[in-house]
């Protein structure tokens, strides 16, 4: 069945890091990706999506581009702040009905 | 922006006891909403589809007469676990999804981590 594996965390950055996480999925068909962030204490937001192959979603500063030839998605920023500590979560929905299968999520931690 | 209230976010509960979980849309309608659980370290697993007036829809080995869902109204669906054991501490997360065409999105809540003693 369809799937979604991401790396493991966390992951410890210092500010103005590059940050990648790597996400890679396995699904029938053209499913859209989703990466999603959960900052403490709240619910999830969606960060960035891409709805067909070689779409980049991008979103304050987070980009992540559709390979479907790779079958990933990984996330990609030039330079994390302190602020961007959160969970991240790599999504796809393989149907477009809200049902989203997700990744195990990575945590993220960026010092000062 | 569209949120999503759900409460609580922490319960403590004896074996035995059922405990229900509120998911409420505050600012649109949501027909459908789903309920998810995800064990440390691993995956949200999506556990049933929500439709408002109706049944709920159970994902393949999600006990349908422990988890209860009801979605009564367009703006709340609560998942109640019954008889709660250990096995079924958890952390589970609602979404809605506001349907409007280019609009339709879908919104999570904060989750609630149950913890059964």
């Known amino acids: 069945g369809d799937s979604v594996t991401q790396m493991e965390g966390p992951v410890t950055l210092s500010e103005e890091a590059f940050l990648t996480i790597n996400c890679t999925y396995t699904a029938t068909g053209y499913p859209s990706l989703f990466w999603y962030v959960q900052y403490p204490g709240e619910g999830l937001q969606l960060l960035l999506k891409?709805?067909?192959?070689?779409d980049k979603g991008s979103n304050k500063g987070f980009e992540a581009t559709y390979r479907k030839e790779t079958t990933s998605f990984h996330l990609e920023k030039g330079s994390v702040q302190v602020s961007d500590s959160a969970v991240y979560f790599c999504a796809l929905n393989p149907s477009n009905t809200g049902k989203l299968i997700f990744g195990q999520g990575t945590t993220l931690q960026v010092k000062p | 922006g569209a949120v999503v209230s759900q409460h609580p976010s922490r319960v403590i509960c004896k074996s035995g006891t059922s405990v229900k979980i509120e998911c409420r849309s505050l600012?649109?309608?949501?027909?459908?909403m789903f309920w998810y659980r995800q064990f440390p370290k691993q995956s949200l697993m999506l556990m049933a589809t929500s439709n408002e007036g109706s049944k709920a829809t159970y994902e393949q080995g999600v006990e349908k007469d422990k988890f209860l869902i009801n979605h009564a109204s367009l703006t709340l669906s609560t998942l109640t676990v019954t008889s709660a054991h250990p096995e079924d501490s958890s952390f589970y997360i609602c979404?809605?999804?506001?349907?409007?065409?280019?609009?339709?999105?879908?919104?999570f809540g904060s989750g609630t981590q149950l913890s059964v003693l």
């Open positions: 979404s809605a999804l506001s349907q409007g065409g280019a609009n339709e999105k879908l919104f």
């Open positions: 600012d649109f309608q949501a027909t459908t």
């Open positions: 891409a709805t067909k192959a070689d």
